[in-house]
């Protein structure tokens, strides 16, 4: 697998998931897809999705939206060493950061957002960068952090310390169960060492 095409959330309510995806972040619904799920999950699912977006205020508008869209703040927007940002629990569940590595606003604020980055939050960092899933690594930081390139794939993927990653996200590191996360991209269908599962989409022309 080269690239992730899309990535499906499995949730209880689909209907009113998308409904939410629609109106917090104007979602792609081909990018991420929705579809029934009743797994038995609780706590840290081992991963979070994260929305960069251009500027702070682009930040604060995704925020804002997803607020009022349902959404339950679990770290205000504010200024850090690396930049702006946010994270909201989606009413499914899932948990997004919304972020941009910019200072200041350059620009009319929008929602509109440059990459969709799944971060996978696993025990052994060495270990999974090995597995590596075919990509080629961009950026690694030792034992806690890889940036694998995933080429012109929908999707962009990072690895990062389960314990440090759920620290980012406001929320205890302890979870069990199923992730309700399937990735999706042109290859074999495979559940890797982390217990994500990708599935096989055709090749892309």
């Known amino acids: 697998m080269n690239a992730i095409d899309s990535l499906t ?24 897809r929705l579809r029934p799920g009743d797994a038995p999950t609780a706590g840290f699912r081992g991963f979070t999705l994260s929305l960069v977006a251009s500027q702070p205020g682009d930040v ?28 909201v629990r989606a009413p499914d569940g899932t948990i997004w950061q919304l972020a941009t590595s910019a200072k200041k606003d350059t620009a009319p604020v929008t929602r509109a957002f ?54 980012v996200a406001g929320v205890p590191a302890d ?7 399937v990735l999706s991209g042109a290859g074999r269908p495979f559940s890797d060492p982390d217990g994500f599962v990708w599935e096989t989409e055709p090749a892309r022309a």
């Open 114 to 167: 440059d990459e969709l980055v799944l971060l996978l939050g696993v025990e052994d960092v060495r270990a999974s960068k090995r597995f590596g899933q075919g990509f080629t690594v961009a950026k690694s930081f030792g034992g806690k952090y890889v940036e694998f390139d995933t080429g012109a794939g929908a999707v962009k993927l990072s690895l990062y310390k389960r314990r440090g990653l759920a620290k």
């Open 175 to 181: 979870g069990s169960g199923s992730h309700r996360l």
């Open 60 to 87: 604060d508008a995704l925020f804002t939206a997803a607020v009022d869209a349902g959404a339950t703040a679990l770290k205000p927007a504010a200024k850090s060493l690396w930049g702006y940002g946010g994270v």
């Open 9 to 32: 959330l499995e949730v209880a309510d689909p209907e009113a998931a998308a409904r939410f995806y629609s109106e917090a972040f104007a979602l792609d619904p081909s990018t991420v």
